[in-house]
């Protein structure tokens, strides 16, 4: 497997709240540190990058945010119009299109364009190019939606290839689709907990995006991952003991029971995991006591992710 360093695009997602942008800064940080030139891309989100990375607020055009790295959080209204102009070229028509209120309620209504305009941008930075011919960015990472609008977005170009009769969108469609089905320019990055719920999401989201979409996996990161600190036989025998009594040992037995349910859970995730998606490299990210969202903690992600 190509390992993600040599990629040109990557696609993170996984359920709310797992570790996603995390993961985003993170990998960022680990390329940047390899003099790769990076481009963080967000889909609308409610920014929280720029305090991963130290950086002031990040909008919705491109913005240098440390050093090789630079981020966006699209909007899609923009994006439209935007795309609108590069591909319409006259202003006229353009305004015609783009600037009239009916017409631009009519686009927000169709299916799918929201999402492409986001995911089509993130993927026409990476064909973006300097005035000497070499590409702007070495890698993009989308920071895209969580699990169910995550796929809902990256089955948009599958969608235009297969219903929209050839032309511009279908163009711009049928290339972006060809290069995030190249293993070897595009990956996906599965973010996960060692939790019931996001294991059973990740796997089903793995069968998803390799089956039905034909994507590459990268890798799947799992974060918050806990040291552990017993044995299978040391859990068993810590679930095993009585809670009742009034010992000064009980407040102790009581945190060893939780923990060992923690770490039960942990382990049987894990194993999951890897049986499901025994040929997909994985990373485990350590739980942080500390704020996560520090440039701190994500540079100490970074050398893990
Ligand atoms: N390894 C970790 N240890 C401790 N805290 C973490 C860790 N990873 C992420 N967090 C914290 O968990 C919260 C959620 O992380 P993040 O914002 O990256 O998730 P997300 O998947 O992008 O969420 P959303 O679905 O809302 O976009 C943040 O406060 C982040 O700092
Ligand atoms: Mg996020």
Not at 125 to 151: Q, R
Request: with cysteine; hydrophobic share 45%; charged share 20%.
């Amino acid at each position: 497997m190509t390992p993600e360093g040599s990629r040109r695009f990557l696609i993170v997602t996984g359920k709310g709240g797992v570790g996603k942008t995390t993961v985003c800064a993170a990998e960022a940080r680990a390329l940047a540190a390899k003099g790769k030139r990076v481009l963080v891309a967000m889909c609308h989100s409610k920014e929280r990058l720029s305090t991963m990375l130290g950086s002031p607020p990040i909008g919705d055009e491109v913005t240098p945010v440390v050093e090789n790295i630079w981020a966006i959080n699209i909007d899609p209204a923009k994006a439209i119009a935007e795309y609108g102009l590069m591909k319409l070229k006259v202003r006229i028509l353009y305004r015609a299109v783009f600037e009239n209120k009916y017409a631009r309620a009519f686009l927000h209504g169709v299916p799918g364009l929201e999402e492409w305009s986001m995911l089509g941008k993130a993927w026409w930075h990476t064909g973006e190019l300097n005035p000497d011919g070499s590409f702007k960015y070495d890698v993009v990472i989308l920071d895209a939606p969580a699990t169910g609008h995550g796929l809902d977005m990256l089955r948009v170009p599958k969608i235009i290839t297969e219903v929209v009769p050839p032309g511009i969108l279908r163009g711009d469609a049928d290339a972006a689709q060809a290069l995030f089905r190249d293993p070897e320019k595009c990956g996906v990055i599965l973010v996960t907990l060692p939790e019931e719920m996001p294991t059973t999401e990740t796997i089903e989201l793995a069968h998803a995006l390799t089956g039905e979409l034909s994507l590459p996996l990268a890798k799947v990161v799992v974060n918050g991952v806990l040291p552990p600190l017993f044995s299978r036989e040391e859990r068993a025998a810590l679930l095993a003991m009585p809670t009742s009594g009034d010992s000064g040992a009980m407040a102790a037995i009581v945190a060893g029971q939780s923990r060992s349910t923690r770490e039960n859970v942990q382990a049987e995730c894990l194993s999951r995991l890897s049986a499901a998606l025994a040929h997909v490299p994985t990373s485990f990210l350590p739980q942080l006591f500390v704020d996560a969202a520090r440039p701190e903690a994500i540079d100490a992600l970074a050398k893990r992710v």
